[in-house]
């Protein structure tokens, strides 16, 4: 969550753009341009970096994608490796803040 959902001057594109359709779940260009209501050139160039999405609908995608990363699916699966990896992580990152308080 690289930049301010709140600011009106944000614009996404490239990598960025990418990242942030990915975390909402549309993979497809062709589908996330028609729920972006956008013709799917305009997002591809868009995805390049030749073109910026505009303030509104970047804020909207921004907002999105937190509304996603705050609200996970509350099942996760006992076998993916990636998975424990991150939570025996975040329990290790929260021992060392509680010895620090």
Same mark, same amino acid.
């Given at each position: 969550?690289?930049?301010?959902?709140?600011?009106?001057?944000?614009?996404?594109?490239?990598?960025?753009?990418?990242?942030?359709?990915? %975390?909402?779940?549309?993979?497809?260009?062709?589908?996330?341009?028609?729920? /972006?209501?956008? %013709?799917?050139?305009?997002?591809?160039? /868009?995805?390049?970096?030749?073109?910026?999405?505009?303030?509104?609908?970047?804020?909207?995608? !921004?907002?999105?994608?937190?509304? %996603?990363?705050?609200?996970? /699916?509350?099942?996760?699966?006992?076998?993916?490796?990636? !998975?424990?990896?991150?939570?025996?992580?975040?329990?290790?990152?929260?021992?060392?803040?509680?010895?620090?308080?």
């Amino acid at each position: 969550m690289s930049k301010d959902t709140t600011s009106p001057s944000v614009r996404l594109k490239g990598a960025e753009l990418s990242m942030v359709l990915f %975390h909402i779940g549309w993979t497809s260009e062709n589908a996330a341009a028609e729920k /972006c209501r956008m %013709h799917r050139t305009q997002l591809r160039r /868009c995805l390049e970096g030749r073109s910026a999405l505009d303030e509104a609908r970047s804020g909207w995608l !921004l907002r999105l994608r937190d509304a %996603h990363l705050a609200n996970p /699916c509350p099942i996760r699966p006992r076998n993916d490796a990636i !998975l424990r990896e991150l939570e025996t992580t975040q329990r290790a990152d929260e021992g060392k803040r509680e010895v620090a308080v």
